[in-house]
């Protein structure tokens, strides 16, 4: 028991109202801003993708603490999408933002990809795309400064997507377990999830920039290369944690970052009610 989830999870509708978004929101950096637009085009498809291949086992699982940490990831993630595709949306309607294509890509992608593999591979893939999106949100909550110091809209919007993250990180890797548990499917899948995931984000942030004529930016690019190497850092910090899920007997939760969340939801709860009041 150990290494089950040791907090509750818990579904929350954020609503969130879009503002006039800049169109550089992130420290005015087109390489930064371009690349979290393209880690927020893949999120809607990408999170129903992973309900997908968590549901087609749901009646598998007998464990009712498990078969209701289902129902609560399920719950977040499609809350999650519903979120990133009004965020989305306004970037295409605010500055006309190429993205239409791009979230068609992800939808022809991700439908081959229920074709091509198995059901256990899915599952597999999900397994390790949980991993990054639970290890970038730890580094986004150990380092919320950066994010923090943007418009608080949306600075929230992407601290509550970590917030969940965090706590639903096992629960696509539990039902794994309980339903395969193959170490060496983990394994390819991750390498597969880790190629995926660095060629769709940063292939949409190339394009992106390319259509602004900011690929020559190189006061921004600088800028971005420190955001991921040096402050905060989040693609050098990640890799002990990353490496770690190529341990046999590794869990999500061995890296217990429940301290990150508490007081964050807490504020999160109460920025979302003074926004509902004040609407
Ligand atoms: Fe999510
Ligand atoms: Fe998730």
Same mark, same amino acid.
């Given at each position: 028991?150990?290494?089950?989830?040791?907090?509750?999870?818990?579904?929350?509708?954020?609503?969130?109202?879009?503002?006039?978004?800049?169109?550089?929101?992130?420290?005015?950096?087109?390489?930064?801003?371009?690349?979290?637009?393209?880690?927020?085009?893949?999120?809607?498809?990408?999170?129903?993708?992973?309900? !997908?291949?968590?549901?087609?086992?749901?009646?598998?699982?007998?464990?009712?603490?498990?078969?209701?940490?289902?129902?609560?990831?399920?719950?977040?993630?499609?809350? !999650?999408?519903?979120?990133?595709?009004?965020?989305?949306?306004?970037?295409?309607?605010?500055?006309?933002?190429?993205?239409?294509?791009?979230?068609?890509?992800?939808?022809?992608?991700?439908?081959?990809?229920?074709?091509?593999? $198995?059901?256990?591979?899915?599952?597999?893939?999900?397994?390790?795309?949980?991993?990054?999106?639970?290890?970038?949100?730890?580094?986004?909550?150990?380092?919320?400064?950066?994010?923090?110091?943007?418009?608080?809209?949306?600075?929230?919007?992407?601290?509550?997507?970590?917030?969940?993250?965090?706590? !639903?990180?096992?629960?696509?890797?539990?039902?794994?377990?309980?339903?395969?548990? $193959?170490?060496?499917?983990?394994?390819?899948?991750?390498?597969?999830?880790?190629?995926?995931?660095?060629?769709?984000?940063?292939?949409?942030?190339?394009?992106?920039?390319?259509?602004?004529?900011?690929?020559?930016?190189?006061? $921004?690019?600088?800028?971005?290369?420190?955001?991921?190497?040096?402050?905060?850092?989040?693609?050098?910090?990640?890799?002990?944690?990353?490496?770690?899920?190529?341990?046999?007997?590794? !869990?999500?939760?061995?890296?217990?970052?429940?301290?990150?969340?508490?007081?964050?939801?807490?504020?999160?709860?109460?920025?979302?009610?003074?926004?509902?009041?004040?609407?």
């Amino acid at each position: 028991m150990a290494n089950k989830t040791p907090l509750t999870i818990t579904v929350r509708r954020m609503d969130y109202d879009i503002p006039t978004i800049p169109r550089y929101w992130f420290d005015n950096n087109p390489w930064i801003t371009h690349f979290m637009n393209a880690l927020s085009t893949t999120f809607p498809d990408g999170e129903r993708f992973f309900i !997908h291949a968590v549901r087609n086992f749901e009646q598998d699982i007998k464990d009712p603490v498990l078969r209701a940490q289902i129902r609560a990831f399920i719950g977040q993630e499609a809350n !999650h999408g519903k979120e990133h595709e009004a965020f989305n949306q306004a970037l295409i309607d605010q500055h006309q933002l190429p993205l239409t294509n791009k979230i068609q890509f992800m939808k022809n992608a991700l439908a081959y990809a229920k074709k091509r593999y $198995s059901k256990r591979h899915q599952l597999a893939l999900t397994v390790g795309f949980e991993h990054f999106t639970a290890i970038l949100a730890d580094q986004m909550l150990k380092n919320p400064a950066a994010i923090e110091k943007l418009n608080a809209m949306y600075s929230d919007m992407f601290l509550w997507h970590a917030v969940e993250e965090t706590e !639903h990180k096992a629960v696509a890797f539990d039902v794994y377990q309980e339903v395969d548990g $193959s170490y060496l499917l983990r394994v390819q899948a991750m390498l597969e999830a880790t190629f995926f995931f660095l060629l769709l984000s940063f292939r949409m942030q190339h394009s992106l920039l390319k259509h602004d004529g900011k690929l020559g930016d190189w006061r $921004s690019a600088l800028g971005f290369a420190k955001f991921l190497l040096v402050s905060p850092g989040i693609l050098t910090r990640i890799i002990p944690q990353y490496l770690d899920f190529y341990r046999p007997n590794f !869990h999500p939760w061995q890296h217990d970052n429940r301290h990150l969340i508490t007081g964050r939801v807490k504020a999160l709860e109460s920025n979302a009610l003074r926004a509902m009041e004040a609407a």
